[in-house]
């Protein structure tokens, strides 16, 4: 079993390398401040450093279950399971579904890879089109397996987001089957126009809804989510208490304290969504400057922007590119079936823009070497 490509090559950079690797938000807008209050107010209280519920602080819960009836997806404490970052969501999820067959989209997320292949769920792909899965690949393989793994909000690493026609009839070939969806959704709060509809609002009792705060507060607090109905919430909370009994209750009891003011967080995801889209706006227009050869789509939100040269093999590319402090990561980590050598994942959020411009001019003049 290999260990995950990306935290590989998180671990062998340094303070001078340029990184469009790693998933990183952007550390100068965490609202360090606001949490520092929020850690005051909570270290006093001697509840907070004891053990808690392995399904999460009920506060927190609460809170989390009242984003989603404000969407107008009904949803109380009791569907909501509290886990050590999306991470463990899928990690617990995989060891439920252990030995059985799931049905992913080509490329996936590689993290999500890894823990499948893990835990031996036999993998089956569908490619990805414009404006979501490609429907008919799709239902093919459902049919078989009836458990499914998608990223329909600026899907990682393609950046591509689902269609409501394709979200509809995702939903409908999963109800027909009676099946599951496990919808991962760590990127849909950082959409640059629009929010869209999550598929497991339309298929409530046949779907896992995985949330995160790791992209939109910070990463290092390690709270994610699974959102289902109770009875298949009962059935995880026996994987969730046999890793660590609960999540740390300290980020748990902070982050509660922080989303007592709802508009805080609001006004916090705003300043994000329109920082991330002036930083892809900046990012594009330095690819087209420098990189005219590199085909991309770009991004309507989340973190990344993902494209293909013509003939170049990006692996070989990033070899070079490591020689002069650059990374980012080879299209081909995220695909079930290592393929596709030309292409490129980049990260745009974590890096200035200084270093935006240096690194690509970087990888074009690797290009040319």
Not at 48 to 58: A, E, F, P, T
């Amino acid at each position: 079993m290999k260990r995950s490509f990306i935290r590989e090559i998180l671990e062998a950079i340094d303070e001078e390398t340029i990184s469009f690797a790693g998933g990183l938000p952007n550390s100068l807008l965490f609202p360090v401040d606001d949490l520092k209050l929020s850690a005051n107010n909570i270290l006093k209280k001697r509840d907070v450093w004891q053990y808690s519920l392995s399904n999460g602080i009920k506060s927190l819960r609460k809170k989390i279950a009242k984003q989603y009836c404000n969407e107008g997806f009904e949803t109380s404490a009791e569907n909501i399971l509290i886990t050590t970052g999306s991470q463990q969501a899928l990690y617990i999820l995989a060891r439920h579904f252990q030995n059985k067959s799931i049905v992913l989209e080509d490329p996936s997320y590689l993290g999500a890879i890894n823990t499948f292949k893990l835990n031996d769920l036999k993998m089956k792909t569908a490619p990805l089109e414009s404006d979501g899965i490609e429907l008919k690949a799709f239902e093919k393989a459902y049919e078989k397996s009836k458990l499914s793994y998608l990223i329909p909000d600026f899907q990682n690493p393609s950046t591509r987001t689902y269609s409501k026609y394709k979200r509809e009839k995702v939903a409908k070939i999963v109800e027909k089957n009676n099946g599951l969806l496990i919808e991962d959704s760590p990127y849909t709060e950082l959409y640059f126009d629009e929010k869209n509809k999550s598929i497991s609002s339309l298929i409530p009792n046949n779907s896992f809804h995985l949330g995160s705060f790791s992209k939109t507060l910070c990463p290092s607090l390690r709270i994610g989510w699974i959102r289902a109905n109770k009875k298949l919430i009962d059935e995880l909370l026996v994987i969730k208490e046999s890793i660590d009994l609960h999540s740390c209750g300290l980020s748990q009891h902070l982050l509660n304290e922080y989303l007592k003011n709802d508009k805080k967080y609001q006004n916090h995801l705003n300043i994000l969504r329109k920082y991330y889209k002036e930083k892809s706006e900046y990012f594009c227009e330095q690819l087209d400057k420098y990189l005219p050869e590199f085909v991309y789509e770009k991004p309507k939100g989340g973190m990344f922007v993902y494209g293909e040269f013509k003939d170049v093999d990006s692996f070989e590319l990033l070899n070079k590119c490591m020689k002069k402090k650059v990374v980012f990561v080879p299209g081909c980590e995220f695909y079930v079936k290592n393929k596709n050598k030309n292409e490129i994942r980049f990260n745009f959020t974590n890096s200035s823009l200084e270093d935006i411009t240096k690194g690509i001019k970087i990888i074009a003049q690797a290009l040319k070497s």
